[in-house]
């Protein structure tokens, strides 16, 4: 079975710039989430998505925004980056709750 | 809201040592927790899930334990090896279901 990928691996853009993140769930799952990883620090959730629609938001401003596909993919957008967004953004998805997580290997976002 | 903490923050042991590392969290209604490992720059490897009803898991050298009621979970990692350097994270999962929180990790260095 394929796991979680994600893509770009990295990416440079420049303040108030708007970027899109891509990530393929692991086969079989239905539920994506997304987290953003500061340096240094544990990651932090911004949402979680099921069935296309929005199951759980984090402490994140609206212009973090996303979107799950009929096969499960998902994206995350990210408008008038700061350069606080400066961060590994890792995508994660589930089957059902008993299971776990499955990480992908992230996307490292620098903001200039 | 949840809090989890890890301790401690960074660790160096002498290769073979056994180590336990620490996690805990502030709210006992949990629907399960998972250990990752982080390479650096890199996602996470999932390493042991504890539903809320088990005690523990085990997978080779490493031994999980969770005690809910206490909001305690202990990593123990047998004889170790260079191989096992890596950023350590422990994630709660709440009843929802639909997020984890994680602690800050816990840096593991094992010399030569």
């Known amino acids: 079975e394929t796991g979680v990928t994600q893509s770009p691996t990295h990416l440079i853009k420049t303040r108030g710039q708007q970027v899109t993140l891509r990530c393929s769930s692991q086969s079989g799952h239905n539920t994506v989430s997304w987290y953003q990883q500061a340096l240094g620090q544990g990651p932090q959730f911004i949402f979680q998505y099921y069935r296309e629609e929005e199951n759980g938001r984090g402490n994140f401003p609206p212009r973090f925004s996303g979107l799950q596909f009929p096969n499960y993919s998902s994206e995350l957008n990210v408008n008038a980056l700061e350069l606080d967004d400066s961060a590994l953004y890792l995508c994660?998805?589930?089957?059902?709750?008993?299971?776990?997580?499955?990480f992908g290997s992230g996307t490292r976002l620098t903001v200039v | 809201k949840q809090e989890v903490t890890q301790i401690p923050a960074a660790l160096s042991v002498p290769e073979g040592e056994n180590l336990v590392l620490n996690c805990s969290f502030t709210?006992?209604?949990?629907?399960?927790l998972q250990w990752f490992r982080q390479d650096p720059g890199k996602g996470l490897t999932s390493l042991l899930l504890?539903?809320?009803?088990?005690r523990e898991q085990t997978s080779g050298r490493l031994n999980a334990s969770l005690d809910k009621s206490s909001g305690r979970s202990t990593l123990y990692i047998a004889a170790s090896q260079p191989g096992d350097s890596a950023t350590y994270l422990c994630?709660?999962?709440?009843?929802?279901?639909?997020?984890?929180?994680f602690g800050g990790g816990t840096r593991l260095m094992v010399k030569p």
């Open positions: 994630a709660v999962n709440n009843n929802a279901g639909n997020m984890l929180t």
């Open positions: 504890i539903q809320s009803s088990q």
């Open positions: 709210d006992s209604a949990i629907y399960n």
């Open positions: 994660a998805s589930s089957l059902v709750m008993e299971t776990g997580y499955t």
